[in-house]
T-cell receptor
Framework: GDSVTQMEGPVTLSEEAFLTINCTYT??????LFWYVQYPGEGLQLLLK?????DKGSNKGFEATYRKETTSFHLEKGSVQVSDSAVYFC??????????????FGQGTILTVHP | ETGVTQSPTHLIKTRGQQVTLRCSSQ?????VSWYQQALGQGPQFIFQ???????GRGNFPPRFSGLQFPNYSSELNVNALELDDSALYLC??????????????FGAGSRLTVL
């Protein structure tokens, strides 16, 4: 079935460092791809999305490009801030039937940014 | 506009007991999806409710059941609780089958501990 794999292990960076969180997917066809973020004590919220191959999603300085050749959707930010400390999830719609609102998530990547 | 609210925020049960979790969807949203997030893992899709009927289910046994009410709020019921049911239960609302239907608004979750 469709699945998402995120890079393992927490990521710890200093403020203003460059961030990359890897995400690869397995899917039939070319589904929309999403990054959701979970700040401490809060629910998940959509960070950015891309609906077709070669699209670039962007929001709050974060970017991710839908690469069908490498089945990847890596999250990047040029200069992280302490406030970016959170858990980041890559996701795609579940396969089969009416998939709206039904997502398959990666295992999440914990980002900690130190001043 | 109000977001998604869930109750209770925390609860402790013992094996074999039953639990009911509640969710009020975001204003204007008519679809509610429930997810289970085990510690250190990504959310796993349990089921979705649309127009007061179940509209898709993930790989969860029948002792996980739900309801949706005319005001679009929802309940998740779990019978015969097992230790592995300990998790954060997330409710997410969205607006039916529009192109934005995968833009989910999540609540902060209900943390269930089964002893």
């Amino acid at each position: 079935g469709d699945s998402v794999t995120q890079m393992e292990g927490p990521v710890t960076l200093s403020e203003e460092a460059f961030l990359t969180i890897n995400c690869t997917y397995t899917a039939t066809g070319y589904p929309s791809l999403f990054w959701y973020v979970q700040y401490p004590g809060e629910g998940l919220q959509l960070l950015l999305k891309a609906t077709k191959a070669d699209d670039k999603g962007s929001n709050k300085g974060f970017e991710a490009t839908y690469r069908k050749e490498t089945t990847s959707f890596h999250l990047e930010k040029g200069s992280v801030q302490v406030s970016d400390s959170a858990v980041y999830f890559c996701a795609l719609p579940r396969a089969g039937g009416t998939s709206y609102g039904k997502l398959t998530f990666g295992q999440g990547t914990i980002l900690t940014v130190h001043p | 506009e109000t977001g998604v609210t869930q109750s209770p925020t925390h609860l402790i049960k013992t094996r074999g007991q039953q639990v009911t979790l509640r969710c009020s969807s975001q204003s204007g949203h008519n679809t509610v999806s429930w997810y289970q997030q085990a510690l250190g893992q990504g959310p796993q899709f349990i089921f979705q409710y649309y127009r007061e009927e179940e509209n898709g289910r993930g790989n969860f046994p029948p002792r996980f059941s739900g309801l949706q009410f005319p005001n679009y709020s929802s309940e998740l019921n779990v019978n015969a609780l097992e230790l592995d049911d300990s998790a954060l239960y997330l409710c997410a609302s969205s607006h039916d089958r529009s192109s934005g239907a995968n833009v989910l608004t999540f609540g902060a979750g209900s943390r269930l501990t089964v002893l």
